[in-house]
């Protein structure tokens, strides 16, 4: 099986209406041949209504999708040539595992001697060797969800769409197909089009995410763009753990900008002009503060603090930490740790010029 993914999937202005309630708004976004692209936003912001307008089971109110130069925003799901894989798998329950699979070649009357073939080369790839004559309900999730993406595979579509596939699976069967889906994709060069509201999902599988909220895209980027650089404090909150330091614009000393909150001046890298307004906010992931029982000598930014609470989760512990800007969260590794994470304990925070960023209010 050759990948067929050779064209670039065009939106332009989509658009998608529900009487008052805008599903989807003046949506522009290019996908690049043999990408894995996931949209990745909370419930209600869009983004099955955009895979469903991508699929062709949802028409747009307004705008263009178009494959390489040719127009598809109306032509029906059939005729586009692209795989679909369902949040319930949707296999039919009467058709064995290789029925399942073979049914997308027999609507395309391809050969029996051809159908045989594609169907054994899809059984080895998907690892259902010897389970071709079972029933799904005679199938572990794991099992169904490789069918439900052979069936989508086996006629080399243009196009893989997923529609949170791996939501019903538990957590470690989930992760052991996120890191099969995501070598597959690598094998296969095929464009994958993911669905998902799980960050975690998102970052580990894909070349590119588009975040979206309220019908739009919010920003698109690399998973390191996104989470290292978030342009809104929504992508910031949503994409990962952040603490948010809201303060007032102080001065600019060569590439250095300096805010102040209450008593506190901090320090951040910054080359543009002066912020627009004196308020500005800050983002600070937990993982980039260093947390020491005494203060460092040699680090732009300080902060004392008590711990209210922590939180162990294997390879760290989540602090709490109670300070004179307000309560921040640090990540601090389990491993020869340098501090007790005990309740109570006085620590410091530190962070370097480098470790923040500067965000948008609105998302």
């Given at each position: 099986?050759?990948?067929?993914?050779?064209?670039?999937?065009?939106?332009e202005?989509?658009?998608?209406?529900?009487?008052?309630?805008?599903?989807?708004?003046?949506?522009?976004?290019?996908?690049?041949?043999?990408?894995?692209?996931?949209?990745?936003?909370?419930?209600?912001?869009?983004?099955?209504?955009?895979?469903?307008?991508?699929?062709?089971?949802?028409?747009?109110?307004?705008?263009?999708?178009?494959?390489?130069a040719?127009?598809?925003?109306?032509?029906?799901?059939?005729?586009?040539?692209?795989?679909?894989?369902?949040?319930?798998?949707?296999?039919?329950?009467?058709?064995?595992?290789?029925?399942?699979?073979?049914?997308?070649?027999?609507?395309?009357?391809?050969?029996?001697?051809?159908?045989?073939?594609?169907?054994?080369?899809?059984?080895?790839?998907?690892?259902?060797?010897?389970?071709?004559?079972?029933?799904?309900r005679?199938?572990?999730?794991?099992?169904?969800?490789?069918?439900?993406?052979?069936?989508?595979?086996?006629?080399?579509?243009?196009?893989?769409?997923?529609?949170?596939?791996?939501?019903?699976?538990?957590?470690?069967?989930?992760?052991?197909?996120?890191?099969?889906?995501?070598?597959?994709?690598?094998?296969?060069?095929?464009?994958?089009?993911?669905?998902?509201?799980?960050?975690?999902?998102?970052?580990?599988?894909?070349?590119?995410?588009?975040?979206?909220?309220?019908?739009?895209?919010?920003?698109?980027?690399?998973?390191?763009?996104?989470?290292?650089?978030?342009?809104?404090?929504?992508?910031?909150?949503?994409?990962?753990?952040?603490?948010?330091?809201?303060?007032?614009?102080v001065?600019?000393?060569g590439?250095?900008?300096?805010?102040?909150?209450?008593?506190?001046?901090?320090?951040?890298?910054?080359?543009?002009?002066?912020?627009a307004?004196?308020?500005?906010?800050?983002?600070?992931?937990?993982?980039?503060?260093?947390?020491?029982?005494?203060?460092?000598?040699?680090?732009?930014?300080?902060?004392?603090?008590?711990?209210?609470?922590?939180?162990?989760?294997?390879?760290?512990?989540?602090?709490?930490?109670?300070?004179r800007?307000?309560?921040?969260?640090?990540?601090?590794a389990?491993?020869?740790?340098?501090?007790?994470?005990?309740?109570?304990?006085?620590i410091?925070?530190?962070?370097?010029?480098e470790?923040?960023?500067?965000?948008?209010?609105?998302?």
């Amino acid at each position: 099986m050759m990948p067929r993914s050779v064209e670039p999937l065009h939106l332009e202005r989509v658009r998608k209406t529900y009487g008052t309630v805008i599903a989807a708004d003046d949506i522009s976004l290019t996908i690049s041949p043999g990408r894995f692209l996931t949209i990745l936003g909370p419930s209600g912001s869009g983004k099955t209504t955009l895979l469903m307008m991508i699929a062709g089971f949802v028409t747009p109110s307004s705008g263009a999708i178009r494959l390489g130069a040719r127009d598809i925003t109306l032509l029906p799901p059939e005729k586009r040539d692209f795989g679909m894989v369902f949040q319930g798998y949707a296999l039919f329950p009467h058709l064995s595992v290789r029925e399942n699979i073979a049914f997308a070649l027999r609507l395309r009357r391809m050969a029996p001697q051809a159908i045989h073939r594609e169907i054994e080369g899809m059984l080895e790839l998907m690892q259902l060797t010897g389970l071709d004559d079972r029933l799904p309900r005679q199938l572990s999730g794991g099992q169904q969800q490789r069918v439900a993406l052979a069936r989508a595979l086996v006629f080399n579509p243009k196009l893989l769409l997923l529609d949170e596939p791996l939501s019903a699976l538990d957590k470690k069967l989930r992760a052991g197909l996120q890191e099969e889906l995501r070598a597959l994709h690598q094998r296969l060069g095929t464009t994958f089009i993911f669905v998902t509201h799980d960050q975690e999902e998102a970052l580990s599988m894909s070349d590119e995410i588009a975040i979206m909220n309220h019908g739009r895209i919010v920003q698109l980027g690399s998973p390191g763009d996104l989470y290292n650089r978030p342009v809104s404090r929504f992508v910031a909150d949503f994409l990962g753990r952040s603490n948010f330091l809201k303060g007032e614009f102080v001065s600019i000393e060569g590439a250095t900008l300096l805010y102040r909150i209450g008593a506190e001046t901090f320090r951040q890298r910054w080359t543009g002009p002066p912020p627009a307004r004196g308020s500005i906010l800050v983002g600070l992931r937990p993982e980039k503060i260093v947390v020491s029982l005494e203060r460092p000598a040699s680090i732009a930014n300080a902060l004392v603090g008590r711990i209210v609470s922590t939180a162990f989760h294997g390879t760290v512990h989540h602090l709490r930490v109670e300070t004179r800007v307000g309560l921040m969260q640090a990540t601090l590794a389990t491993w020869k740790s340098p501090v007790d994470p005990v309740a109570a304990v006085n620590i410091w925070l530190s962070w370097d010029e480098e470790a923040s960023v500067m965000l948008k209010e609105d998302g």
